[in-house]
């Protein structure tokens, strides 16, 4: 949770009270998601982070993403929103991570946002039981970026997929195929 001085938390309460947003409302949180200083504002005076929006039926953070809204995404995050959350795009409402690795090089400045916060990549597509280091290995082998964001942030090669099987089981068995610059970083995480 991001640390806020006196000094900031009398100037946004005069914000607030200046464009008449005292109480808090968390429905509002979409309308101010562009303008940085008064969606900030919101959440040092009580707006919730992991807000799910009665709209729109997502969390904030989800809405922000699919919206475009960066600085709004980066900002809850800060604040403590949870970083494991439905995404909007699929109708299954699997892990926003996934929709953002499918995209990893447009998407790269929300994932460092999500793994600089905590963001826990082991975990599974319901689908199909892959986990995200599996879907990167498997579907986007050569995204080596993506693949070092989630081994040097948790990401666990030995995280079983939906079937028990872990990334050494898929690699040995022929199930994916790793390049070999990521072999290093694949081995000094083997258990």
């Not at 922000?64 to 995050?77: C, D, P, R």
């Not at 996934?98 to 990893?104: A, E, V, W």
């Not at 498997?138 to 995204?143: F, K, M, Q, T, V």
């Amino acid at each position: 949770m991001k640390k806020v001085s006196e000094k900031k938390k009398q100037q946004t309460l005069e914000l607030l009270q200046s464009r008449d947003l005292l109480p808090v409302d968390n429905n509002v949180l979409f309308q101010y998601m562009k303008e940085k200083e008064v969606f900030e504002a919101l959440l040092i005076h009580g707006a919730d982070p992991d807000y799910y929006d009665s709209y729109f039926k997502y969390p904030m953070l989800s809405v922000a993403h699919n919206s475009g809204y960066f600085q709004a995404f980066k900002l809850m995050l800060e604040y403590g929103a949870s970083p494991n959350v439905p995404s909007m795009l699929r109708a299954e409402k699997t892990d926003l991570l996934f929709d953002l690795f499918f995209s990893y090089v447009r998407n790269k400045k929300y994932v460092d946002a999500l793994a600089k916060n905590g963001v826990n990549f082991n975990i599974t597509l319901p689908e199909t039981g892959e986990t995200v280091l599996e879907w990167m290995l498997r579907y986007s082998p050569i995204a080596t970026d993506a693949i070092k964001t989630i081994l040097e942030h948790g990401g666990d090669p030995n995280f079983p997929n939906g079937n028990g099987k872990t990334i050494y089981d898929l690699i040995a068995d022929g199930e994916i195929k790793v390049i070999n610059m990521l072999m290093p970083l694949l081995d000094e995480r083997k258990k």
